[in-house]
């Protein structure tokens, strides 16, 4: 704290030398007058003296008959006057200060927190067609009754928060996390579970319905397995009515599957050829500008890097600064070997098969083969597998 006083009020670095430095020290110490950083070399002193005391050692140095020299000044008295003599830097340095108070009075970012029903976009929407976006002056902004707007929109909220921190507005809301609840139609006509594909009964576990097959029953396509029809009989065995429930049941089905995907002998591949351009550009908010070509190569891909000032960062204000760096490519034909054909084949083979795991279908027997015909790679394969089966389909009334 002393040091910033001492610089606040101004010192300067003196050379003393003459008859009695030792009495001009003297003389200065009874007069109040403050010296430090005090260095000898040989019969000269250097010490430090502030800019007041300064002022008050002409007849110290008469009577002690000593010189003294300024070698150094330090302080804002001596910064301050060379500070105005840079006209563009103290011109840059205002309009840096204006900015930033003007800046203050707007709102530059808008973050959300809290959504995980409602998307960005949807919420983004809702925030333009209430007049709040980036750009907007803080004091135009009614917090109190977007927070009702968002609670009176989305009717999933059940609490929202809006607030202001410096240039960035925060909104925070809290989503209802009770499971949504669908209301599903009552089929009083009850359903039927029929077959998507044609096969052998494996194994069959009944909790609604009559069962139509069996163990070991050979179904095609479209069979009906489990029927939502369930009969009514009166105590002499004749049939009374029909009771109409929706089938349930666990059915799995033995039947083969295929398998078929090719793969091309050539395909094309990306060659860099080294030659890059590079452009740079100036965002703010959503608009930019850039100097650039419109089609630097005639083929090419872009590598984007984009930077934020860390002032501009602080206050929220949307001002970026980035480069788009163009490499040029050729597309090269080249050809499968053997390989990696194979490779690439297998790898959708076992795309095929995990997706039929995550099915609950079992693979009891495969036979794979990769062959070639006059263009492409193909590999083929035959499954037997035991797969669930059963769909739902309404079920036919009858009269009894």
Request: charged share 25%; glycine share 8%.
């Amino acid at each position: 704290m002393l040091e910033l006083l001492k610089y606040i009020r101004g010192y300067l670095r003196i050379r003393v030398s003459g008859f009695s430095p030792e009495r001009f020290m003297n003389l200065c110490s009874n007069k109040g007058i403050l010296l430090w950083n005090i260095v000898r070399e040989g019969d000269v002193y250097y010490m430090n003296v502030n800019l007041k005391g300064f002022w008050s050692l002409k007849p110290i140095v008469k009577k002690s008959g000593t010189r003294v020299a300024v070698l150094e000044r330090y302080g804002l008295p001596f910064f301050i006057p060379k500070l105005f003599k840079r006209k563009m830097f103290v011109g840059g340095l205002m309009i840096a200060v204006a900015f930033w108070i003007w800046s203050s009075f707007y709102i530059w970012d808008i973050e959300l927190e809290g959504n995980y029903q409602i998307t960005g976009d949807v919420f983004q929407s809702f925030l333009e067609d209430n007049q709040v976006k980036v750009g907007m002056r803080r004091d135009a902004l009614d917090i109190k009754e977007l927070e009702k707007e968002i609670r009176r929109e989305f009717t999933q909220v059940t609490w929202a928060s809006v607030k202001l921190s410096g240039t960035r507005l925060h909104i925070d809301i809290k989503e209802n996390d009770a499971p949504i609840t669908v209301e599903t139609k009552n089929n009083s006509g009850g359903t039927d579970l029929v077959s998507e594909y044609g096969g052998t009964v494996v194994s069959i576990i009944v909790r609604s319905g009559v069962p139509k097959v069996a163990i070991g029953d050979t179904v095609e396509e479209g069979s009906v397995l489990v029927e939502g029809k369930v009969p009514i009989y009166n105590d002499d065995s004749t049939l009374r009515e029909y009771f109409y429930v929706d089938a349930d049941a666990d059915i799995v089905l033995e039947h083969t599957r295929s398998f078929s995907e090719s793969l091309s002998f050539n395909y094309i591949k990306k060659e860099y050829t080294g030659r890059n351009k590079t452009d740079y550009y100036l965002r703010v908010g959503g608009s930019e500008w850039s100097i650039a070509d419109k089609r630097p190569y005639l083929v090419y891909d872009s590598v984007i890097k984009e930077s934020r000032p860390l002032v501009l960062e602080k206050l929220s204000i949307p001002v970026y600064f980035g480069s788009y760096t163009h490499r040029e490519y050729q597309n090269v034909e080249h050809e499968y070997t053997l390989k990696e054909a194979e490779t690439l084949l297998k790898q959708k083979l076992i795309t095929f098969l995990t997706s039929l795991e995550e099915k609950g279908v079992q693979i009891i027997e495969k036979d794979v083969k990769i062959d070639t015909d006059s263009s492409s790679w193909i590999i083929q394969g035959e499954f037997l597998v035991q797969e669930p089966v059963g769909v739902s389909q309404e079920t036919v009334r009858m009269d009894k």
